[in-house]
C-alpha cells in the first residue's frame, strides 16, 4: 500500500528521462499527462504482477494495453525467444517462422486468405488503407469518432462539425489535405454512416472499424451494426477493413467481427500476436491481398517486418491460447465487473457504469450505456484521476487515462479479483470525495 504518489525512485527516473526523452516516455499515455501525477516506472513483470523501481507491487490491468494476454514472462513464451534469439535475431531473409505464425492466424481467421507481418498496428491499418486504396482506385476513408487506428497521417482525425463535413486533423503536423480524404462518422449510428456515403459514396475506398471499439474505454458494436455498416460499404464498392488489433486472438481464438455479424474484406491484427514484442498484420482474401508488392503495384515492405524473434513469441502465444484460457479469462473479467460494479454501487457513486467485452473492461464515470464517442466523453475526468491514483496507492495499476480499456490476462484468478475488490473500495471513495 501507498498514497498514490509514485515512490522516490519513479521519480527520480522520470527527472531523468524527461532529459533525454520527450516526456520523459516513447509514448504520450505512459506520461500521466492524463491523470496528474508521476509516471510508475516499471523494474520487471511476472505472471498478474508488475514491479516498479521502487520494489513496490501491482496487479497490472494495462497488460502493454492488451497485448500480454498470457501475463507477464510466461515462461513458455520466454522459452520461445531465448531459443529463436540464440539463432540470430534477425537476417532480412525469409525465415519458416513467418509462415508458421501464418498459418495459425490464417487457420483462425476465416477473412484472411493471405497475410503480411509488419511491426506495429499503426503500420498494418496504413497498409490496410493503402491496399484498399490501391485495389479500388478510390481515394477516401471512413472511420469512427473515437476508433484509434495507429498514428498515421490520415487516421489522425475525428469528427468535424457536422458528420458531411471534412475532419479536421487531431495532430499538429498533419495536413488538412490528407485528413481531408477521411471522413468521420459515430459509432453505432448507421445513419451517420449513410450520409456520408450519400455524398461521397463514389469516392469511399474503405471503411475501417474496431469490432468492439477499445480506445475509448470499452465500447460493444450494437445490434445490426457491423452487419449494416458492411454492407452499406459493398454496396458503394468500398472494402471494410476490421480493425482487431486489440480484439484479434483477445475476445477467441481468431477474430471476432464474424461472430458480431461484421465481414472484412481487410483485417488488421497486432498486440496480442506478436507475444509482447512488436508486431502487426494485415491480412484479407487473396484477391484484394494480391494489390501488394511483390505481387501487385502497392509498394508496402519493412526491414524488421516478420523477424523470428516476434514470430516466435507469436506462435508460442497462439499456442497457448486454446479454449479454457478464454474460458478463464471470461470467468475473471466477469468477476472483475462485479466486483467493480459492487463495489461503485456500495460507496455511492453518482454516475458510474462498468462496460465489459471478454477481457477488456472499462469503468466510465457517467451513466451508461456508452454508446459513442460523444457518450464516452461526459465521463467525470477528474472523478477517474482520483480514482486511478487510490487504486496505483492500493497496489492496482490501471491505464493512467479514462477513455482506455483495462486488460485481464490468463495470469489472473480469484485472488487477485479479491485485490481488485479491496482496491476498489478505495478507489470509489476518493472519486466520489470531491464528486458531484
Ligand atoms: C493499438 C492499436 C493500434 C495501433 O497499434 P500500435 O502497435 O500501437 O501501432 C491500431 N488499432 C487499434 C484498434 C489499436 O488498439
Same mark, same amino acid.
Given at each position: 500500500?501507498n498514497?498514490?504518489?509514485?515512490g522516490p525512485?519513479s521519480?527520480?527516473?522520470?527527472?531523468?528521462?524527461?532529459?533525454?526523452?520527450?516526456?520523459?516516455?516513447?509514448?504520450?499515455?505512459?506520461?500521466?499527462?492524463?491523470?496528474?501525477?508521476?509516471?510508475v516506472?516499471?523494474?520487471?513483470?511476472?505472471?498478474?504482477?508488475l514491479?516498479?523501481?521502487?520494489?513496490r507491487? =501491482?496487479?497490472?490491468?494495462?497488460?502493454? %494495453?492488451?497485448?500480454?494476454?498470457?501475463?507477464?514472462?510466461?515462461?513458455a513464451?520466454?522459452?520461445?525467444?531465448r531459443?529463436?534469439?540464440t539463432?540470430?535475431?534477425? =537476417?532480412?531473409a525469409?525465415?519458416?517462422?513467418e509462415?508458421?505464425?501464418?498459418?495459425r492466424?490464417?487457420?483462425?481467421?476465416?477473412?484472411i486468405e493471405?497475410?503480411?507481418?509488419?511491426?506495429s498496428?499503426?503500420?498494418?491499418?496504413?497498409t490496410a488503407v493503402?491496399?484498399?486504396?490501391?485495389?479500388?482506385g478510390?481515394?477516401?476513408v471512413v #472511420?469512427?469518432?473515437?476508433?484509434?487506428?495507429?498514428?498515421?497521417d490520415?487516421?489522425?482525425? #475525428?469528427?468535424g462539425?457536422?458528420?458531411?463535413?471534412?475532419?479536421?486533423?487531431?495532430?499538429?503536423?498533419?495536413p488538412?489535405?490528407?485528413?481531408?480524404?477521411?471522413?468521420?462518422?459515430? =459509432?453505432?449510428d448507421?445513419?451517420?454512416?449513410?450520409?456520408?456515403?450519400?455524398?461521397h459514396?463514389?469516392?469511399?475506398?474503405?471503411v475501417?472499424?474496431?469490432?468492439?471499439?477499445?480506445?475509448?474505454?470499452v465500447v460493444p458494436?450494437a445490434?445490426g451494426?457491423?452487419?449494416?455498416?458492411s454492407?452499406?460499404?459493398?454496396?458503394?464498392?468500398?472494402?471494410?477493413?476490421q480493425?482487431?488489433?486489440?480484439?484479434?486472438?483477445?475476445?477467441?481464438?481468431?477474430t471476432?467481427?464474424?461472430r458480431?455479424?461484421?465481414?472484412?474484406?481487410?483485417?488488421t491484427?497486432?498486440?496480442?500476436i506478436?507475444?509482447?514484442?512488436?508486431?502487426?498484420?494485415?491480412?484479407?482474401?487473396s484477391?484484394?491481398?494480391?494489390v501488394?508488392?511483390?505481387?501487385?503495384?502497392?509498394y508496402?515492405?519493412?526491414?524488421l517486418a516478420?523477424?523470428?524473434?516476434?514470430?516466435a513469441?507469436?506462435?508460442?502465444?497462439?499456442?497457448a491460447?486454446?479454449?479454457?484460457?478464454?474460458?478463464s479469462l471470461e470467468?475473471?473479467?466477469?468477476?472483475?465487473?462485479?466486483?467493480?460494479a459492487?463495489e461503485a454501487?456500495a460507496?455511492?457513486?453518482?454516475r %458510474?457504469?462498468?462496460?465489459?467485452?471478454?477481457?477488456m473492461?472499462?469503468?466510465f464515470?457517467?451513466?451508461?450505456?456508452?454508446?459513442n464517442?460523444?457518450?464516452?466523453?461526459?465521463?467525470d475526468?477528474?472523478? +477517474?484521476?482520483? +480514482?486511478?491514483h487510490?487504486?496505483?496507492?492500493?497496489?492496482?495499476?490501471?491505464?493512467?487515462?479514462?477513455?482506455?480499456?483495462?486488460f485481464?490476462?490468463?495470469?489472473?484468478?480469484p485472488?487477485d479479483?479479491a485485490?481488485l475488490?479491496?482496491?476498489?473500495?478505495?478507489?470509489?471513495?476518493?472519486?466520489?470525495a470531491?464528486?458531484?
Open positions: 500500500m498514497d498514490g504518489a509514485s525512485r521519480a527520480k527516473a522520470f527527472r531523468r528521462a524527461r532529459r533525454t526523452l520527450v516526456g520523459g516516455v516513447d509514448s504520450p499515455v505512459r506520461s500521466f499527462q492524463a491523470v496528474g501525477g508521476t509516471p516506472f516499471v523494474r520487471s513483470g511476472r505472471g498478474a504482477h514491479t516498479d523501481v521502487d520494489g507491487r =501491482y496487479l497490472d490491468l494495462v497488460n502493454s %494495453w492488451g497485448a500480454t494476454i498470457l501475463g507477464h514472462a510466461p515462461p513464451v520466454v522459452r520461445a525467444v531459443a529463436a534469439a539463432r540470430g535475431l534477425t =537476417y532480412g525469409p525465415t519458416e517462422a509462415h508458421e505464425l501464418g498459418e492466424i490464417l487457420a483462425a481467421c476465416p477473412a493471405r497475410i503480411r507481418f509488419v511491426n498496428g499503426t503500420e498494418a491499418v496504413m493503402r491496399v484498399a486504396r490501391g485495389f479500388t478510390r481515394r477516401k #472511420k469512427f469518432e473515437g476508433g484509434y487506428h495507429g498514428h498515421s490520415g487516421l489522425l482525425a #475525428k469528427a462539425s457536422g458528420a458531411a463535413t471534412h475532419s479536421l486533423p487531431d495532430s499538429a503536423g498533419v488538412a489535405a490528407i485528413v481531408g480524404e477521411t471522413l468521420v462518422a459515430a =459509432y453505432n448507421l445513419d451517420s454512416v449513410r450520409r456520408l456515403f450519400e455524398i459514396g463514389e469516392d469511399v475506398a474503405a475501417v472499424v474496431e469490432p468492439v471499439a477499445g480506445n475509448m474505454g458494436p445490434p451494426f457491423l452487419a449494416g455498416l454492407k452499406i460499404a459493398r454496396s458503394s464498392g468500398a472494402l471494410t477493413i480493425d482487431e488489433v486489440i480484439t484479434g486472438f483477445r475476445l477467441r481464438n481468431g471476432v467481427h464474424e458480431l455479424g461484421g465481414r472484412a474484406d481487410l483485417v491484427l497486432g498486440k496480442v506478436g507475444g509482447g514484442l512488436p508486431v502487426g498484420a494485415v491480412g484479407g482474401s484477391t484484394v491481398m494480391a501488394l508488392a511483390p505481387d501487385g503495384p502497392v508496402q515492405a519493412g526491414t516478420g523477424n523470428p524473434v516476434t514470430m513469441a507469436g506462435a508460442t502465444t497462439l499456442d491460447l486454446v479454449p479454457r484460457v478464454f474460458s470467468r475473471t473479467a466477469a468477476a472483475m465487473e462485479r466486483a467493480l459492487e454501487e460507496a455511492g457513486i453518482p %458510474w457504469c462498468v462496460q465489459r467485452v471478454g477481457s473492461l472499462t469503468v464515470f457517467t451513466n451508461g450505456p456508452v454508446r464517442l460523444a457518450e464516452a466523453n461526459r465521463t475526468r477528474a472523478a +477517474y484521476a482520483r +480514482y486511478f487510490a487504486m496505483l496507492g492500493a497496489g492496482v495499476y490501471l491505464p493512467p487515462s479514462a477513455l482506455e480499456t483495462s485481464a490476462s490468463a495470469a489472473m484468478g485472488r479479483v485485490t475488490r479491496t482496491a476498489a473500495r478505495r478507489g470509489f471513495a476518493a472519486a466520489r470531491r464528486g458531484r
